[in-house]
């Protein structure tokens, strides 16, 4: 559990950064490993505060996160129109309003986990919170399997695919192919449908895209590079 909070809080560290608020691992993350374009990511980040860390994590870091998020969260509540100002993440930006959206996902990814764990109920957001998550998820997948496809030329460029999720956070989104240029429905050519919940575990890199219970149809090199870029969205 100590494992998870040094997480959240080395990645908290990114967005206080942004917000002009003091980052508590600065010393410790200089040994971070830099990502390509040579800033610390957050597995980076991540790794070295863990490397840093002469004994096991123990609650004393719960002290440091908490104190972190209630600074975080004050900042943000008087940033008034600054949503759109850029937080970085080493190899990608968000504007804030989307970095605090990602935090709530990892938040309520790895609050499961330690639910799990030790067999604690735990609901899933509630459908107007869990719609923004999947949301963003759905914006950042054309980047996605743009990185996933490499350099290798499509075989027929203009592709889209139709990503339905299902349930009262879904909704529909066309995810081009071959650039993330904006996607026509005349070049649609795979369709997948998936539950909100089992996306968002897809996305966290909690399940792999052989183990989802997608519905399918068309494309099927289509859909495995669409779930398999998914999948990457998780940063570790």
Do not use: N
Request: charged fraction near 20%; glycine fraction near 8%.
């Amino acid at each position: 559990v100590a494992g998870v909070i040094a997480r959240l809080l080395s990645v908290d560290g990114m967005v206080a950064t942004a917000l002009g608020l003091e980052d508590p691992l600065t010393d410790t993350v200089t040994t971070a490993e830099p990502d390509v374009t040579g800033a610390a990511g957050p597995a980076g980040r991540t790794e070295a505060f863990w490397r840093a860390s002469h004994f096991p994590q123990t609650r004393a870091v719960r002290a440091r996160w908490r104190d972190q998020s209630h600074q975080l969260l004050r900042t943000v509540s008087f940033t008034g129109g600054g949503g759109g100002f850029p937080v970085s993440y080493g190899d990608f930006t968000l504007p804030l309003r989307d970095a605090m959206v990602d935090r709530a996902f990892e938040c309520w990814v790895h609050a499961d986990d330690i639910a799990k764990a030790v067999d604690y109920p735990y609901e899933p957001p509630a459908p107007r919170h869990l719609s923004r998550m999947i949301e963003l998820a759905a914006r950042m997948l054309p980047l996605a399997v743009a990185a996933h496809r490499g350099t290798s030329p499509p075989a027929t460029p203009g592709r889209s695919l139709r990503l339905e999720i299902e349930g009262a956070a879904g909704g529909q989104w066309l995810i081009p192919l071959d650039s993330p240029a904006a996607p026509t429905p005349e070049h649609e050519v795979a369709h997948v449908a998936l539950d909100g919940v089992e996306f968002c575990r897809l996305a966290a890199g909690h399940l792999t895209p052989e183990e989802t219970t997608a519905g399918q149809r068309g494309d099927r090199e289509a859909i495995r590079d669409v779930l398999t870029a998914t999948a990457s969205l998780s940063r570790m």
